[in-house]
């Protein structure tokens, strides 16, 4: 991906959910056009074709699961993702841990469906082994920063450095993003300036009183 790329993950906060879950949408799209950074969402699940069919954005799944249709209640199926027409998917997020052997079963039923992936890493060990997954973007996130309000890029920048090293080492093709406390745009052309295509972010968007200048804000440094 040549322009960067801003995924807001809107989680499961009341404040990215239906109507609200919309307006944050209309700014990214606005943003978007408007500096030539690619900005998608994660949405709910119940979200997800709505915001697919109703916004020129990307739009991800927070997760899938490691299944086939069938007999599987309460579960994500991939299949059903794509067709509710997302983009691609997070796999691995910190608050939905996989098994290493589940990562990659949803990694090569996403391939398979032609769905993106995004696979969740907390350190530059865990990093390089989902890049041997060879998925579209591994995403570095300290679980210790996400939500804190302090950002990786300035708190810790060397396991940005260290993470993106550890990718390209394993699979040069597998593009980096790095999130958890990103709130500015300095937070954002740091993480870039170290080798990432992008950032994986939520709270500082998803509760902003106005998410539209907060995503202005994000990409005014690029």
Do not use: W
């Not at 807001?8 to 978007?32: C, D, F, P, W």
């Not at 997070?90 to 608050?95: K, M, R």
């Not at 391939?111 to 570095?140: F, G, K, W």
């Amino acid at each position: 991906m040549d322009s960067p790329f801003v995924l807001v993950n809107l989680k499961t906060y009341q404040e990215g959910m239906g109507s609200n879950a919309h307006r944050i949408a209309a700014a990214a799209e606005i943003v978007a056009k408007e500096s030539g950074a690619v900005i998608g969402i994660a949405p709910a699940f119940t979200e997800l074709h709505p915001m697919s069919h109703h916004y020129a954005i990307p739009v991800y799944a927070q997760h899938i699961d490691a299944i086939t249709p069938g007999a599987h209640t309460g579960h994500i199926l991939p299949e059903a993702v794509r067709s509710a027409g997302a983009r691609g998917t997070l796999i691995n997020h910190s608050e939905r841990r996989l098994t290493l052997a589940d990562i990659g079963a949803c990694v090569e039923s996403a391939r398979r469906l032609h769905l993106e992936t995004v696979v969740c890493t907390n350190n530059d060990a865990t990093s390089a082994a989902a890049a041997a997954l060879r998925p579209d973007y591994v995403a570095i996130e300290p679980p210790e920063l996400i939500g804190s309000g302090v950002s990786v890029s300035k708190a810790d920048p060397g396991i940005i450095e260290r993470s993106v090293n550890a990718v390209r080492a394993v699979n040069p093709d597998v593009n980096v993003l790095t999130g958890a406390g990103i709130q500015s745009g300095e937070c954002v052309k740091i993480a870039v300036d170290l080798g990432t295509c992008g950032v994986l972010l939520a709270s500082s968007v998803v509760k902003a009183d106005d998410p539209e200048a907060v995503l202005r804000d994000l990409v005014s440094l690029l």
